[in-house]
């Protein structure tokens, strides 16, 4: 009833101290760690959620990565969007299979590969990037987790000087001039369409709401999302000291029919 893994499957191993490291299994490859070695071979038919051992006897549990473990791990060019903020873009912009969304920057993929997911094979998901190696590399990224037939463009162009795809469902950004974009995207829109952007600092997010609000998109509200890990062990039940205080701000508006 499993899926075993085979050759070529990415998988990711996590010792007894948490760390992981995400692998590809291939019949004569190693892993090599300073907790010894596992050879490849050991874990080729066996089921996710095995737990093996290295040459020195240390313990490694082996799962094919979720989105937001790969996200985490994979070589990145320019900075990801964490899978805290990924989650409620999906929900806000309200990206649903099938749909056509318009996405920009491509940076490493992160963002990319998690509208994939919400749009499905009946969606197309297309990417305007800056530059041609951030461009290639989300390629890579994207197909190395997505498999060759995901429904995904990327096209190496500035979004500043215009979008040329009409009819769009959504529209997410992750640029640094995001109301630049906003006279383009109430044309490329349909009429009900979101816009969503996501923005490090406020005095972008009031440029944009600016932008906004002069524009013919309406219902836009801002927010962040606080993400508070958990220390639990035994009767010790308490918030993690640390966590990520800031990421990033998340707007998001619709395009109306403007007023006759
Ligand atoms: N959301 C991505 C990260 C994007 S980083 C992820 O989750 O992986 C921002 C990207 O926007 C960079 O790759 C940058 O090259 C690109 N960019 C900046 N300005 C742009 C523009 N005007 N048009 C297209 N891409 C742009």
Redesign the pocket.
């Known amino acids: 009833m499993g899926r075993p893994f085979v050759a070529g499957d990415m998988v990711l191993l996590e010792d007894s101290k948490r760390r992981r490291h995400l692998i590809t299994l291939s019949e004569e490859g190693e892993f090599h760690s300073h907790t010894g070695v596992l050879p490849h071979r050991n874990l080729i038919g066996q089921e996710e959620g095995v737990t093996v051992r290295t040459t020195r006897g240390a313990r490694l549990v082996a799962l094919r990565p979720t989105l937001a473990e790969y996200v985490l791990k994979m070589p990145?060019?320019?900075?990801?969007?964490y899978p805290k903020d990924l989650g409620p873009i999906i929900m806000l912009g309200d990206v649903f299979p099938g749909a056509r969304v318009l996405e920009?920057?491509?940076?490493?993929?992160?963002?990319?590969m998690t509208l994939l997911r919400a749009v499905g094979p009946t969606g197309h998901v297309l990417g305007?990037?800056?530059?041609e190696d951030?461009a290639e590399r989300a390629r890579r990224n994207i197909e190395g987790f997505l498999g060759p037939d995901a429904p995904v463009t990327i096209e190496v162009?500035?979004?500043?000087e215009g979008i040329e795809a009409t009819d769009l469902d959504r529209i997410v950004l992750?640029?640094?001039e995001p109301w630049r974009v906003v006279e383009h995207a109430a044309g490329a829109l349909r009429p009900g369409g979101i816009l969503l952007s996501?923005l490090p600092t406020i005095g972008q997010v009031g440029l944009l709401r600016e932008a906004l609000a002069a524009s013919s998109f309406g219902m836009a509200e801002s927010l962040e999302v606080l993400q508070r890990t958990w220390h639990v062990e035994g009767q010790s039940i308490r918030p993690d000291h640390r966590m990520v205080a800031h990421t990033g701000f998340l707007t998001h508006a619709r395009l109306l029919v403007p007023e006759g």
């Open positions: 990145r060019g320019a900075q990801v969007i920009s920057g491509v940076g490493s993929g992160a963002l990319t305007y990037e800056l530059r951030f162009r500035d979004i500043y992750d640029l640094p996501y």
